[in-house]
């Protein structure tokens, strides 16, 4: 039997238990929806996974994109796979109905999708990328741009792209230099180059639809100069049909370490003419839009990381319950029968670590998309900011806690089958391969780190950051004097230590050199995520804690990776906290020289 891509009645737990996503169906943008239609879209993902992407994840770790110097070419399984996923709706699970969509709450189309992603990888990402671009568009483009360019791409005509990074400047966006000029028909001409495109050229669609930052001529220096514009590779006549092929250029393919299913290009805009490009919204106004996709992609990513951790988890667990190999210490006798390997106490650290990982990760995945759909449908106005200052604050951390421990655990689980790990016979070194590219994924951990210290937790008079420990007291509250009081002091212990150490950082960015306080700004995502993730396996625990009666071995599971958390996990945090308040200068005084 093989292994399960995702544990189902972990992600029922999370759907129903923990988030209590049946409570959504009481707004009015949800009346249609019941627990049966969110299990059936979960459902029909499930079935894609298994018929179309499982089947062939290994061709196409093996069989990368090409390119002839004319065209893309991928695996036709691919094609197959993608409009199976499109048409199932994939593309547009949380739109609205007018715009072809299913109107689901987005906590529920992650859980489905997430068995896309753990099925897929990033070869789910063509789905997920034209999600992003569609939404972005509503958001912030015109009516006839919703008409002519969201429509298709929500139909599976068109694909979407987010095109900023250039080869000059990389994360550094305030000096890109792709540039801009109106045309006298209002429309603008595109000229520059963009590199590391997910996507961004293959034949799965009729078109590509490319969002590009880029600096209108005369603008302002730095990230206040920058424009977004709408550049299809196609331009599309006033009937909808495709018209001449725009002056966008594939100049290259990249071939990545992992997540191969994916082109990732280099595009050359205006080689000829100059592209023609369609501002959206104002001019000057392109990075705030942008970071409309960016953060969305920022989410996605992170719950991508963390389906590859669950799913490297569950085949791990499978192979250890299966494989038999050597003896326990105790049993000395060498005629005895070897224990399935799942019995040795250092492969059930190994699976427990993994189980503490992944499913945290989940769950903080999984309070980002409900913190977003609460955004919008909140029955109050004060619930909507609520929502959307505590996601916003927890952005960096949903993109980066994932991201960083999910390959720990998919490097886990290649140890847990040993020599067997490492050989592409078992999937596992591949799940690690697409996941490590993760932390690099939609800004780095370190600039996601530096957005946290730096810019998240002072903002608004540290309003984001006071929610949030608003919010991990009220958990540590409701745990004291229970059965996990032990825990709830021990958090209340470490949120303790978060208020010191971002206490004594806020005072050192005042007083110090701002770059030495800001030095090991990692330590404190690290800190402070393995915080939110300690409160997010207190408030599992204490559902299981009540419930373990109902499906005992289900509920001990979480009580012990909660148990596995807080005591193997959580007690690192006063290390880096020294480390932060110490204003430990070691990486910040070394010397190029020393090198």
């Known amino acids: 039997m093989a292994a399960p891509i995702l544990c189902e009645r972990d992600l029922e737990f999370m759907l129903y238990e923990l988030f209590d996503a049946e409570a959504m169906i009481a707004r009015e943008r949800y009346a249609d929806h019941s627990r049966e239609t969110f299990n059936a879209t979960i459902n029909t993902a499930r079935q894609i996974a298994e018929k179309y992407l499982v089947p062939i994840r290994q061709k196409v770790d093996t069989d990368q994109p090409t390119f002839d110097g004319k065209e893309v070419h991928l695996i036709p399984e691919i094609k197959t796979a993608v409009d199976a996923a499109t048409e199932a709706g994939f593309v547009s699970a949380t739109a609205d109905y007018e715009l072809g969509g299913m109107q689901l709450p987005l906590v529920v189309a992650a859980v489905a999708n997430s068995y896309l992603s753990a099925a897929g990888s990033t070869t789910t990402g063509y789905l997920w990328l034209t999600s992003a671009n569609c939404n972005l568009i509503e958001a912030h483009g015109s ?154 992609a920022r989410v996605m990513v992170g719950t991508g990381a963390a389906a590859t951790a669950l799913t490297g988890y569950q085949y791990s667990l499978h192979y250890a319950r299966e494989r038999p190999q050597g003896r326990v210490p105790s049993q000395k006798d060498p005629l005895s029968p070897p224990v399935n390997i799942i019995e040795h106490a250092d492969v059930k650290r190994m699976l427990l670590a993994q189980k503490a990982y992944s499913e945290g ?40 806690w994932p991201s960083e421990y999910g390959p720990e655990a998919n490097d886990l689980a290649i140890q847990v089958l040993g020599g067997h790990g490492y050989i592409n016979e078992h999937p596992v070194e591949m799940f690690y391969r697409d996941n490590r590219l993760n932390p690099i994924h939609e800004g780095t951990t ?22 949030c420990l608003a919010e991990i007291q009220k958990t540590i509250d409701a745990a004291q004097g229970g059965e996990l009081a032990a825990e709830a002091e021990q958090l209340s212990a470490a949120l303790a230590t978060l208020q010191r150490t971002t206490e004594s950082l806020l005072g050192a960015m005042m007083e110090k050199p701002i770059d030495l306080a800001l030095a090991n700004s990692v330590k404190y995502l690290d800190l402070f995520g393995h915080v939110v993730i300690a409160w ?20 001990q599971g979480k009580l012990q990776a909660m148990r596995y958390f807080f005591r193997y996990e959580l007690p690192l945090i006063e290390v880096w906290s020294k480390i932060l308040t110490d204003l430990d200068g070691t990486c910040y005084e070394m010397q190029d020289a020393w090198f």
């Open 143 to 296: 009516a006839e741009q919703i008409e002519k360019w969201v429509k298709p791409m929500r139909a599976g005509r068109f694909a979407g792209t987010m095109a900023m990074t250039e080869p000059g400047a990389g994360s550094g966006l305030a000096d890109l230099t792709t540039s801009a000029v109106k045309a006298e028909d209002g429309s603008y001409r595109v000229t520059g180059s963009k590199i590391f495109i997910s996507g961004g050229d293959h034949s799965l669609n009729e078109n590509i639809v490319h969002l590009v930052l880029a600096r209108v001529k005369g603008a302002p220096k730095g990230v206040k100069g920058i424009s977004l514009f709408i550049v299809p590779k196609f331009l599309v006549n006033e009937d909808g049909s495709l018209g001449d092929r725009n002056d966008v250029a594939l100049s290259g393919l990249f071939h990545k370490m992992g997540g191969r299913g994916q082109t990732s290009t280099a595009l050359s805009f205006g080689e000829k003419d100059g592209a023609v490009g369609y501002l959206v919204g104002e001019e000057n106004k392109g990075l705030a839009y942008m970071f409309h996709m960016m953060n969305e």
């Open 361 to 400: 990760a989940f769950a903080l995945c999984l309070l980002g998309a409900q913190l977003a759909d609460d955004e919008k449908t909140a029955p109050t106005e004060e619930e909507r900011k609520a929502a959307h200052l505590l996601l916003d604050f927890l952005t960096p951390m949903i993109k980066t």
């Open 446 to 467: 370190g600039i996601q780190s530096l957005d946290l210290l730096a810019r998240k937790v002072p903002m608004k008079n540290l309003a984001g950051y006071k929610a």
């Open 536 to 555: 997010l396996w207190l408030k599992q625990g204490l559902i299981a804690a009540a419930k373990l009666e109902a499906d005992a071995n289900f509920y």
